[in-house]
Structures are given as structure tokens and as C-alpha cells.
């Protein structure tokens, strides 16, 4: 089974300053890793995914985040953030093989501070 | 392509009743997927389609829950007698290859 971890159930910053929302995952087999943004009331948009390749991978709205096998790490970066930004995040893991249903973490909301 | 759709976007109903919400996946998709969410919590499996046929079912769907995807293309699901513990956002997400693409969800209130 998989699991995932969110290490921060909120995270508030500043306007234009740099924020990292942190991941952890457990597996036993190889997964697929996301993260979805929620905004109020609506469905989950996808930020990023990492497949394979490059452990630093880019997403939309100037985020990224980088994958690190040995620490079982996927942490989201954005090295400026916006008002608009203020929102859920929720990492996620699929495995590689078979249905491939994601397994979420608890979320992490972002509030953004003028 | 207009995305996932899910219908009614809200849904009111009183302990006991029986309530039905409908998924249409983007058209090309085969794969399925119906989550629920709680408040403060991230979504949790409830079951997966790949085309018509149902192949995983979570724990989480007891006996009061079905689902359908007749044709291999929009999907039901139906909570027979609800209770105020259903009470949540059911989440419908589709899938070509990887991706997953989620619906804007229907929010159930059981009063």
C-alpha cells in the first residue's frame, strides 16, 4: 500500500516571498507523484507530475518540485508567490502498475499575506 | 472538450433518502475514477471504471453505495439511505493515460 504524508497542514507567507510545501511518501513499489491545487468549492487542477527522468520537474504557475528517491521526498517550491496562490495543495501518489488510483495526502493550505 | 462534468453541483437531502450523481468524463478517456473528500481532508478512493467494467472497489464503499458506467462512458453513483456521515464532496476524475483530470465535484449535505 501507499501512503503519503503532508508535513504542514498550513503554511502562511508573505506576498512575493519564496514558499516550500513539503512531501513524504511510502511505497513499496514504484509510483507516479503529483500535486493538485484545490481553490474553494472546485475539482483539483494538476500543478506537476513526476514519471521518470529529471528529479527536478516544472509545473504550471511558476512552481516546481523535485523528487528524491532516498528520502521518499517530493517537495513543491515557488520562488515568489501571489495573492492567487492562496489555495489547497494536496501531493499524491499513483502506483507505476494496474489502476492507478492516487493516494492523497492530508493538504496543505497556502495563505498568501499582503 | 469541455473536461469532467459532474452534476448536481449540490445536493441537499434528508437522512434516509436516496441520491444519485452523474459523471461525464472527457470523451476519450477509458478510465474512471470516483473519489470522496471531507472537510480539512485530502480525497479518498472510492472506486474505478475502465470502460464499463467496475474493477476496484475501496473498502470505503459499503453496501449502500453503487456505481455505474453503462457504455464505458458517463458514470452514476447512487447512495441508497443516506446518512449524515455521507455528508461530503464526491469527486469524479478521468483518465487517458496517467493524468487524472477531476470534475468541480457534487457536495452532498445530509440533514
Known amino acids: 500500500a501507499q501512503s503519503v504524508t503532508q508535513l504542514d497542514s498550513q503554511v502562511p507567507v508573505f506576498e512575493e516571498a519564496p514558499v516550500e510545501l513539503r512531501c513524504n511518501y511510502s511505497s513499496s513499489v514504484s509510483v507516479y507523484l503529483f500535486w493538485y491545487v484545490q481553490y474553494p468549492n472546485q475539482g483539483l487542477q494538476l500543478l506537476l507530475k513526476?514519471?521518470?527522468?529529471?528529479?527536478l520537474v516544472k509545473g504550471i504557475n511558476g512552481f516546481e518540485a523535485e523528487f528524491n528517491k532516498s528520502q521518499t521526498s517530493f517537495h513543491l517550491r515557488k520562488p515568489s508567490v501571489h495573492i492567487s496562490d492562496t489555495a489547497e495543495y494536496f501531493c499524491?501518489?499513483?502506483?507505476?502498475?494496474?489502476?492507478?488510483?492516487?493516494?492523497f495526502g492530508q493538504g496543505t493550505r497556502l495563505t498568501i499575506n499582503p | 472538450d469541455t473536461g469532467v462534468s459532474q452534476n448536481p453541483r449540490h445536493k441537499i437531502t434528508k437522512r434516509g433518502q436516496n441520491v444519485t450523481f452523474r459523471c461525464d468524463p472527457i470523451s476519450e478517456h477509458n478510465r474512471l475514477y470516483w473519489y470522496r473528500q471531507t472537510l480539512g481532508q485530502g480525497p479518498e478512493f472510492l472506486t474505478y471504471?475502465?470502460?464499463?467494467?467496475?474493477?476496484?472497489k475501496s473498502r470505503l464503499l459499503s453496501d449502500r453505495f453503487s456505481a455505474e458506467r453503462p457504455k464505458g462512458s458517463f458514470s452514476t453513483l447512487e447512495i441508497q439511505r443516506t446518512e449524515q456521515g455521507d455528508s461530503a464532496m464526491y469527486l469524479c476524475?478521468?483518465?487517458?493515460?496517467?493524468?487524472?483530470?477531476f470534475g468541480q465535484g457534487t457536495r452532498l449535505t445530509v440533514v
Open positions: 499524491a501518489v499513483s502506483r507505476i502498475q494496474g489502476a492507478q488510483k492516487l493516494v
Open positions: 476524475a478521468s483518465s487517458g493515460e496517467i493524468e487524472a483530470f
Open positions: 471504471f475502465q470502460n464499463e467494467a467496475q474493477l476496484e
Open positions: 513526476y514519471l521518470s527522468g529529471s528529479t
